[in-house]
């Protein structure tokens, strides 16, 4: 027997069995389907083949424009379209793999791997309001709850000390090191990407680390893109989700955007007050992250996306080389922003990041005091709702509607909108490609919003119904 095929029948068979113990044969079809796609229609087939064909060709092209053309994307397009080069010559153009970027990248990872490993929580009760150390994931639609290291905190911190002392203080390397191995380094974090991504996917069929979580579609592509396990792990504590969405993208996140202040300062002798908006404004982001990173267990990437091409090739080479355009574009094409427009974007940026974090703040509050807190000075006020994990028990849950949750059903993504807004402003009007990331958030997160409201809504059913008539906007107050 396939083992994709003995996982589905022991997982059948589990339902079956609690089926019997706890409902009638009729609510069999319900149990545990609230978690990600069942089946797969024409139109998410569609969308996994284009976006599997179409996303490494995406960073690949802004990459190579800033190269090769300054980042002006119209500047290729007309160069193509009056025949003064092809597709092909800028593919032959662009910088090759190298062993040089492959023994950085390689290092890079390796020691993620070994801070996520070996670090321990040095900063509890030392940081006021910090929640590290080992926490409770959320349930997964069979029933289980993973338990987690956190540590993101610290490992950031320790990489950006070791940063600053080698580049700075002992100069074992130069800080614009990243900026200047760039696309060599593409290559290297695509073949991170596709094996991590590829590893889970044969993991899932041969030894899946919880087999009830695991779901197959029957669809190839479509399982290879949006995952089969839930949270794959090696061991009892190298969990992918948390390691790849958090460790090598996002550490490094911060990291970049430093490698591209210092080339400017050595390219220009000056960093300019837009790229140090930039700095500052994704850094708080970053931050943020490393800070609340217990709080990220409850979000939908860990506690609902299962793993696959999506997480593990999105987080080595998406994230990196696209949420950081704002900083390369500004190496190439320098902006000096006066005085009023500087506070104005800032202003933006900071407001944003208060709707994001007050937002995720209250729910996270919320639930974890079981509505027992106060929001917006007030006991809140909310729907109580019930639903059923995959192994038929039944769970009691409740729906927020005060605070930010009263305004929109997701503030926090109107919040992230703002701020994400707010890095693309600062690089000026003059070119289209720093303002890829708001249409990129705009999409990731509207559809985001769609697909969590489908979930909800099969997990919650009429409770679901009741939130959405009490909260009728999904992002911005009367409109949508
Ligand atoms: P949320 O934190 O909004 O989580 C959605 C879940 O919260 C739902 O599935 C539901 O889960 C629960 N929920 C929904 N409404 C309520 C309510 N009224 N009261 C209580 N619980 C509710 O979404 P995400 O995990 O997507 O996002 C977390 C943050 O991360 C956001 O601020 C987002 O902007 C940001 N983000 C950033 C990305 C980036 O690339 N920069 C990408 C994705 C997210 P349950 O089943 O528990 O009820």
Request: with cysteine.
């Amino acid at each position: 027997m396939a083992p994709a095929e003995s996982v589905r029948k022991r997982q059948k068979a589990r339902l079956n069995e609690k089926v019997t113990e706890s409902g009638t044969k009729g609510q069999k079809e319900e149990l545990g389907k609230w978690g990600r796609a069942w089946e797969v229609d024409w139109f998410s087939l569609t969308g996994v083949i284009l976006l599997l064909c179409f996303a490494p060709l995406i960073v690949f092209f802004f990459i190579v424009t800033c190269d090769q053309y300054q980042c002006s994307v119209s500047h290729v397009v007309l160069d193509i379209y009056n025949g003064d080069t092809s597709p092909l010559t800028i593919w032959n153009r662009a910088p090759s793999f190298t062993w040089t970027a492959a023994k950085i990248y390689a290092s890079w990872v390796t020691f993620q791997v070994v801070l996520y490993i070996c670090i321990p929580d040095f900063t509890h009760n030392i940081l006021p309001g910090y929640v590290g150390g080992v926490q409770d994931g959320a349930r997964t639609p069979a029933g289980l709850i993973n338990r987690y290291e956190i540590n993101g905190l610290q490992c950031w911190i320790i990489t950006h000390v070791l940063w600053a002392a080698n580049a700075y203080h002992f100069h074992w390397f130069s800080p614009t090191i990243i900026f200047d191995n760039w696309i060599p380094l593409l290559w290297c974090t695509n073949i991170l990407g596709y094996s991590v991504s590829t590893f889970a996917f044969i993991k899932a069929y041969l030894f899946p680390t919880n087999p009830e979580d695991c779901k197959f579609t029957g669809n190839i592509f479509y399982n290879y893109m949006m995952g089969i396990e839930f949270n794959p792990r090696i061991g009892k504590w190298f969990d992918f989700k948390l390691f790849f969405n958090g460790r090598p993208g996002i550490i490094a996140w911060t990291l970049i955007n430093l490698s591209y202040a210092a080339k400017q300062q050595q390219l220009y002798g000056y960093v300019t007050n837009s790229m140090i908006l930039v700095n500052v404004l994704q850094a708080i982001y970053v931050l943020d992250f490393f800070w609340n990173e217990a709080w990220y267990l409850k979000t939908i990437d860990i506690c609902h996306d299962h793993f696959g091409w999506y997480l593990g090739w999105g987080d080595c080479v998406w994230l990196p080389f696209l949420y950081t355009l704002q900083g390369l574009y500004l190496v190439y094409n320098p902006v000096q922003l006066s005085t009023p427009h500087c506070a104005a974007i800032l202003t933006l940026g900071l407001m944003g990041y208060y709707i994001f974090r007050s937002a995720n703040h209250q729910k996270d509050l919320f639930r974890r005091t079981d509505g027992d807190c106060k929001i917006w000075g007030r006991k809140p006020c909310y729907i109580e709702c019930s639903y059923r994990s995959g192994d038929g028990a039944v769970h009691k849950s409740k729906l927020l509607t005060s605070g930010f949750w009263g305004v929109t059903r997701h503030m926090n993504y109107t919040g992230d909108l703002m701020g994400s807004l707010a890095y693309c402003l600062a690089c000026g009007g003059q070119h289209l490609m720093p303002y890829f990331y708001i249409i990129y958030m705009t999409i990731l997160l509207v559809h985001r919003c769609i697909r969590d409201e489908h979930r909800c809504s099969n997990k919650y059913s009429k409770d679901w119904k009741r939130y959405t008539d009490a909260v009728p906007q999904r992002l911005i107050p009367g409109i949508f």
